[in-house]
C-alpha cells in the first residue's frame, strides 16, 4: 500500500514563496516521474509542473520562471518550490506520482494542498 501525502500550503503575500512537498510512504522501491496540478475555484485541474524520471522537468507558461519542480529520490519526495506568488495562483495543488512497489509501477496522487495568495 503506498500513499502520497501533500504538505507546505497555507496562505501567502503576492510575492511571497512556499515550497510544497509531497512524501510517498509504504512499500516503495523507487519514485519515477511526477506531475504537479492545480485547481482553482470554478476551473479545471491543470497540469503546471512535471518531472521525469531522470530528472527532466517541464513547466506550464503560467509559472515557468517562478517554480521548480525536484524530487528527492533517497527520501521518496517531490517538492515544488513557488516563488513570485500571484493571487492567480490560488488553488488546491495535487500530485501525482509513479512509484515502483513489489508489483511494478503505478501512479499515485495525493489529497491535495492549499495555496491561497492574498493580501
Known amino acids: 500500500q503506498v500513499q502520497l501525502v501533500e504538505s507546505g500550503g497555507g496562505l501567502v503575500q503576492p510575492g511571497g514563496s512556499l515550497r510544497l512537498s509531497c512524501a510517498a510512504s509504504?512499500?516503495?522501491?523507487?519514485?519515477?516521474?511526477a506531475v504537479w496540478y492545480r485547481q482553482a475555484p470554478g476551473k479545471q485541474r491543470e497540469p503546471i509542473a512535471s518531472?521525469?524520471?531522470?530528472?527532466?522537468?517541464n513547466y506550464a507558461g503560467s509559472v515557468k520562471g517562478r517554480f521548480t519542480v525536484s524530487k528527492d529520490n533517497a527520501k521518496n519526495t517531490v517538492h515544488l518550490q513557488m516563488n513570485s506568488l500571484k493571487p492567480e495562483d490560488t488553488a488546491v495543488y495535487y500530485c501525482?506520482?509513479?512509484?515502483?512497489?513489489?508489483?511494478?509501477?503505478?501512479?499515485?496522487g495525493g489529497q491535495g494542498t492549499q495555496v491561497t495568495v492574498s493580501s
Open positions: 501525482h506520482v509513479d512509484v515502483k512497489g513489489d508489483s511494478g509501477w503505478s501512479s499515485y
Open positions: 509504504g512499500t516503495i522501491n523507487s519514485i519515477g516521474g
Open positions: 518531472i521525469t524520471s531522470d530528472g527532466s522537468t
